[in-house]
């Protein structure tokens, strides 16, 4: 590979800080009696989609230029893991202000809302209401525009709202605060065998990622770093700096972090 040259001009330059996940990828648009290769979803459609067989070498010197790219030809086999993988072309590509400047990507502007979110925070709406006729139809509504066949009533379930979420608000929702956000009603009523009293405990966040993240499952290596993960993960730590300089009372620090045990309980009446 040749850091310039065919593909620079419409992938970018591939740099792989963020990875998708295996599930994003592929899993998640196995819906509705489709598969990722053949969905009608526009959202994973080939001319919106970069997948691996479409990554070239682009050496021109090269034998193999113009074929695709080769995981075994990698250095190591973890390679594949974090460095190769498909990517939603349309979302994650900026082009450069200046097409002359070397690809690394350029500055896109940020979505603050967008009516698809809105129909998919109502039909969440109506999921906690127990009307899963009406969440249907608001998916449905956003799913229509994507050109994916219908989910049915009988289908709606948490875990369903949140797939449509990562289908259509990728790269946009703050995914950890919506996915903590829900662990919190889970627990406060009660549901899923979820509590607020074992909240760093037994979580919906931990659940729902350990289902579908291979990367902690395997225990994948990165840079000396073994990829894990526990329950209490789904608050991060209080800043040290914030609690020391509180001298006049206690901030608590989130359960399963340093300092956690120096907790006291919090007032319940002020005098």
């Known amino acids: 590979m040749v850091a310039g040259g065919p593909m620079y001009d419409s992938l970018g330059r591939g ?47 090269s034998v193999d230029f113009g074929k695709p790219v080769n995981k075994a030809f990698l250095q190591t086999p973890q390679d594949s893991v974090y460095a190769l993988y498909a990517i939603p072309h349309y979302i994650m590509y900026v082009p450069m202000d200046d097409p002359l400047a070397v690809p690394v990507g350029g500055n896109g502007d940020w979505y603050v809302f967008r009516l698809a979110e809105t129909y998919l925070l109502r039909a969440e709406a109506y999921y906690w209401k127990n009307n899963a006729f009406e969440a249907a139809g608001d998916i449905n509504i956003v799913r229509a525009r994507a050109q994916a066949p219908p989910i049915a009533e009988a289908d709606i379930t948490i875990d369903a709202i949140m797939d449509e979420r990562a289908r259509e608000l990728f790269a946009e929702e703050p995914r950890h605060g919506e996915l903590v956000r829900v662990s919190y009603i889970l627990a406060k009523l009660g549901q899923g065998g979820y509590s607020l009293t074992n909240f760093s405990e ?35 730590p209080i800043p040290s700096g914030i609690i020391l300089a509180n001298t006049l009372g206690v901030i608590n620090q989130n359960i399963g972090y340093d300092g956690a045990e120096k907790n006291v309980p919090p007032l319940t009446t002020i005098d």
Do not use: C
Not at 32 to 58: A, C, P
Not at 217 to 228: P, S
């Open 15 to 61: 740099n792989a800080n963020v990875r998708l996940s295996p599930f994003y990828q592929y899993d998640l648009w196995d819906d509705g009696g489709h598969t990722w290769n053949n969905t009608t979803d526009l959202r994973r459609s080939d001319i919106n989609w970069v997948d691996l067989d479409e990554i070239l070498y682009n050496n021109p010197a």
């Open 202 to 236: 037994k979580n919906y966040y931990y659940d729902r990622v350990m289902k579908y993240n291979i990367l902690y499952t395997q225990k994948v290596e990165r840079l000396g770093n073994i990829a894990n993960i526990a329950p209490f993960h789904a608050l991060w």
